[in-house]
């Protein structure tokens, strides 16, 4: 696939949908920046990656698991004298919905 042959991202919409407004000026600094951009990341297809595996990451990653132990937990008393404000053995919090 030539550069010319590249689909062509325009700055300008992509602003728009962005909600952005850009200067032209603005707007040919960015386009180039992308422009370029885009013809690095267009190198890519030319890799050949027929014998690379898809991955999510770079290196292999396994989950560390700890044994699940039941440990004792404070006493409900104990909880209760630490909350800012109690009611009938529950914590009453600020109301936040009319």
Known sequence: MSDSDQPK???KYVAHLARMHLS????????EQLDHILAHVHQLS??????VEPTAHAVPVHNVFREDVVVDSLA???VMDNAPQSRQGLFVVP???E
Do not use: N
Request: aromatic share 4%; proline share 0%; hydrophobic share 40%.
């Open 76 to 78: 409900h008393e104990q």
């Open 46 to 51: 030319d890799l050949d990656v027929s014998g």
């Open 95 to 97: 109301r936040i919905l």
């Open 9 to 11: 991202i325009d700055v």
């Open 24 to 31: 032209d000026d603005e707007a040919e600094v960015f386009q």
